[in-house]
């Protein structure tokens, strides 16, 4: 199966901006995108990054054996359009986006395995975090409640719909809240923990309540 990873490589995860300087996101995403090759490659599948404008892997925290198995394609359009131009043929395709720093590859093979037409692991709030299109007419519309506007899509063209329940891959890393899933979930050997941890961010209770807090000293800032 193809697997796209869309990628905005240009002044990405602006909602982190009250926590992460540009650098620190474009560092953040980075590491994201490279934990998610990582596991899309432990499940056997070579990915397509799908990017914004050309990307060099090579400056990339990225291991080569995983290098090996993954290419890059550049598509400025907005990302609805970008997708929707890698769709419409007859071999199944599968969008994961390179925010799911909690992704598992058992995560990911049951997204894969799964048989309908279209199926997709929604995220928290009605976004598509992934989703694999065996349907040659089904088209993407990212933003908003995608989930919902994509069941209705699947409907209309008459395709079959699977909805995969997964906490791990329901977790996309969009707001400064979604810092502390990173810290506690993120694979042992992942990219992005460490590269919060990095930054000074460490987990803290306050009121029974788990948050992530930043120490005041932080030399990549
Ligand atoms: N190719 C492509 N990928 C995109 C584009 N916009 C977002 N993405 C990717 O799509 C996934 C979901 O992105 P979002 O969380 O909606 O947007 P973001 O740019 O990462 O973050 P925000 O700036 O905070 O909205 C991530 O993997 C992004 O890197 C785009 O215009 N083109
Ligand atoms: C791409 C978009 O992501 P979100 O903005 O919900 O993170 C969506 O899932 O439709």
């Given at each position: 199966?193809?697997?796209?990873?869309?990628?905005?490589a240009?002044?990405?995860?602006?909602?982190?901006?009250?926590?992460?300087?540009?650098a620190?996101?474009?560092r953040?995403?980075?590491?994201?995108?490279?934990?998610v090759?990582?596991?899309?490659?432990e499940?056997?599948?070579?990915?397509?990054i799908?990017?914004?404008?050309?990307?060099?892997?090579?400056?990339?925290?990225?291991d080569?054996?995983?290098?090996?198995?993954?290419?890059?394609?550049?598509?400025?359009?907005p990302?609805?359009?970008?997708?929707n131009?890698?769709?419409?043929?007859?071999?199944?395709?599968?969008?994961?986006?390179?925010?799911?720093?909690l992704?598992?590859p058992?995560?990911?093979?049951?997204?894969?395995?799964?048989?309908?037409?279209?199926?997709?692991?929604?995220?928290?709030?009605?976004?598509?975090?992934?989703?694999?299109?065996?349907?040659?007419?089904?088209?993407?519309?990212?933003h908003?409640?995608?989930?919902?506007?994509?069941?209705?899509?699947?409907?209309?063209?008459?395709?079959?719909?699977?909805?995969?329940d997964?906490?791990?891959?329901a977790?996309?890393?969009d707001?400064p809240?979604?810092?502390?899933e990173?810290?506690?979930?993120?694979?042992?050997?992942?990219?992005?923990?460490?590269?919060l941890?990095?930054?000074?961010?460490?987990?803290?209770?306050?009121?029974?309540?788990?948050?992530?807090?930043?120490?005041?000293?932080?030399?990549?800032?």
């Amino acid at each position: 199966m193809r697997v796209v990873v869309p990628f905005a490589a240009t002044a990405p995860k602006t909602r982190l901006s009250p926590v992460l300087s540009p650098a620190e996101r474009s560092r953040v995403a980075e590491a994201m995108l490279a934990d998610v090759l990582t596991t899309l490659t432990e499940t056997g599948h070579e990915a397509t990054i799908l990017a914004t404008t050309p990307v060099d892997l090579e400056e990339y925290d990225i291991d080569p054996d995983v290098l090996e198995r993954v290419s890059v394609a550049v598509d400025e359009r907005p990302l609805t359009e970008a997708v929707n131009a890698r769709l419409g043929t007859d071999d199944p395709v599968a969008v994961v986006m390179a925010d799911l720093a909690l992704a598992t590859p058992a995560a990911l093979e049951r997204l894969f395995e799964t048989e309908a037409d279209v199926a997709i692991a929604p995220g928290r709030g009605s976004g598509t975090n992934a989703l694999v299109v065996r349907h040659p007419e089904f088209r993407v519309d990212y933003h908003g409640t995608s989930y919902l506007d994509h069941r209705e899509r699947a409907q209309d063209v008459g395709a079959s719909l699977e909805t995969v329940d997964s906490f791990r891959l329901a977790t996309d890393i969009d707001e400064p809240a979604d810092l502390v899933e990173v810290l506690v979930h993120g694979r042992d050997d992942a990219r992005a923990p460490a590269v919060l941890r990095e930054c000074g961010f460490e987990l803290t209770e306050t009121d029974g309540r788990v948050t992530v807090s930043r120490r005041e000293s932080n030399p990549s800032k």
